[in-house]
Nanobody, 126 residues
Framework: QLQLVESGGGLVQPGGSLRLSCAAS????????IGWFRQTPGKEREGVSY????????GYADSVKGRFTISRDNAKNTVALQMNSLKPEDTAVYYC???????????????????WGQGTQVTVSS
């Protein structure tokens, strides 16, 4: 069974850091571009960051540029999202998603991806 599993979420104070991980099960990530999304109740899923299958191409939402860093380790079959200088407005459920493609031009659109993880909650609060 092909699965993506997110981990690393939790409660953190404003200004703190978290590192999310997206691990693949049942397949290898080498041929997949990966996106990170987040969602809060009543709002649409928002594209946060993206990385191409090779790791050579990536993107960030304006709201997280300079604070979040995406990376991948194909040998470990994982993609990470390092989140620094967290703000209360970063609070959301974070999802990773995979598309079997080298790149995703419209990476912010959830419909571009083939399958999704179950999500991990990130709460930024004092």
């Amino acid at each position: 069974q092909l699965q993506l599993v997110e981990s690393g979420g939790g409660l953190v104070q404003p200004g703190g850091s978290l590192r999310l991980s997206c691990a693949a099960s049942g397949f290898t990530l080498d041929d997949y571009a990966i996106g990170w999304f987040r969602q809060t109740p009543g709002k649409e899923r928002e594209g946060v960051s993206y990385i191409s299958s090779s790791g050579g191409n990536f993107g960030y939402a304006d709201s997280v540029k300079g604070r979040f860093t995406i990376s991948r380790d194909n040998a470990k079959n994982t993609v990470a999202l390092q989140m620094n200088s967290l703000k209360p407005e970063d609070t959301a459920v974070y999802y990773c998603a995979a598309k079997r493609s080298a790149r995703v031009l419209l990476w912010r659109f959830p419909g571009q991806y083939n399958f999704w993880g179950q999500g991990t909650q990130v709460t930024v609060s004092s």
